[in-house]
């Protein structure tokens, strides 16, 4: 055998072996990766219950429900994008910012009944800030075009998705 064809053979085992490690790898972490979903998404998609994904959104107006279950604060309320929405359990203490009409980020898993059941819930920050997800699900339904301003916060509950002839730019406050 000659150097050059060693060479070659030894350069293609280790690429094997690489391949190897890196399938091994993302094999091992599929469990542990979790998927950001809109509400538009879940209802195209078919998401199998009880599989850990998050899905973002702004919490309707009017949805909130609280309950006491024993010493645990059971809540519901709405996720929206705009063009969906979907149900949504919590029990536990919600964060401080958390409020109808502001971005979320749930994770958690879907129930065989079509609800989604939380595990953590997480809200935006300040007056600025919006989630990625959340603002690419705007986005995508027509709410928000990247060269605009993001719409405020007191108005993600009353938009309405931009018609396909209409235009799309309104005027801001």
């Not at 309320?77 to 979907?86: I, M």
Request: aromatic letters at 6%.
């Amino acid at each position: 055998m000659t150097r050059k064809r060693r060479r070659m053979w030894i350069v293609l085992l280790c690429g094997l072996g690489l391949g190897t490690a890196a399938a091994l790898t993302l094999t091992a972490f599929e469990d542990s990766i979790v998927f950001f979903h809109s509400p538009s998404d879940l209802a195209e998609k078919q998401v199998p219950p009880g599989r850990n994904i998050r899905i973002g959104g702004l919490v309707e107006a009017g949805s909130v429900s609280r309950a006491t279950d024993g010493d645990r604060m059971q809540t519901a309320f709405r996720v929206t994008d705009g063009a969906a929405s979907l149900r949504v359990t919590y029990r536990g203490i919600l964060p401080d910012l958390f409020r109808e009409g502001q971005g979320v980020v749930a994770e958690g898993a879907l129930a065989p009944d079509g609800s989604f059941r939380a595990s953590t819930v997480l809200a935006r920050h300040d007056e600025t800030y919006m989630p990625p997800e959340v603002a690419d699900a705007l986005k995508r339904a027509g709410h928000w075009q990247p060269g605009e301003p993001p719409p405020p916060a007191r108005e993600w509950n009353t938009l309405q998705p931009a018609s396909a002839g209409a235009d799309t730019r309104r005027a801001t406050n």
